[in-house]
């Protein structure tokens, strides 16, 4: 067997990693195009991601910090109609019909008049005519801006069914 898995999300880092037996590793090492190419990482993402390791660890009352957020986002988000598919990790899909564009202008509208910064899915990664907002809760994250954050959505989802992002930039309010 072959464990593989990268450092993007839970680790927020970079790069990623493979375990499994010392002659499958060693064959792989040497013949991965991937791996022939590559460098190593860079010294302050080694030494953030040990860190990291390091605070998981030690803290692990974190751990369930995080799942409560997550839980209380996912849950908000199914409550209010979104479709998440199956995830069944923090890392939060919100699933939803529209074009690159459209996706594009509601990533702004969420950044900057909700101060809520998530990444976007979009063809060829998906079928066309989807889009999928990636929010990633954390620990840090509290209960109330689950909550904004719920409302934010519910908002911007609006906004999409009615056609506010077909053809330009979505209308900044500045506080």
Not at 12 to 28: H, R, S
Not at 40 to 66: A, C, N, Q, T, Y
Request: aromatic content about 10%; some cysteine; hydrophobic content about 45%.
């Amino acid at each position: 067997d072959v464990y593989f898995s990268t450092f993007a999300k839970s680790m927020a880092g970079i790069g990623a990693f493979l375990a499994g037996e010392p002659d499958i590793n060693q064959y792989l090492k040497y013949n991965m195009r991937s791996q022939i190419f590559a460098k190593s990482l860079p010294m302050p993402f080694v030494i953030g991601g040990l860190k990291r390791l390091e605070l998981l660890r030690k803290s692990p009352e974190l751990k369930d910090k995080l799942w409560t957020i997550a839980d209380a986002l996912q849950s908000g988000l199914r409550d209010r109609g979104f479709n998440l598919g199956a995830t069944t990790s923090c890392v939060t899909p919100v699933v939803l019909q529209g074009s690159v564009d459209e996706a594009t202008q509601m990533v702004n509208d969420l950044r900057k008049n909700y101060g809520i910064f998530c990444s976007i899915v979009v063809y060829p990664v998906i079928p066309k005519g989807m889009i999928i907002l990636r929010l990633i809760p954390t620990a840090s994250h509290t209960l109330e801006e689950v909550r904004l954050t719920l409302e934010a959505f519910s908002a911007v989802a609006e906004k999409l069914s009615k056609g506010a992002y077909n053809g330009g930039f979505a209308e900044v309010r500045i506080a």
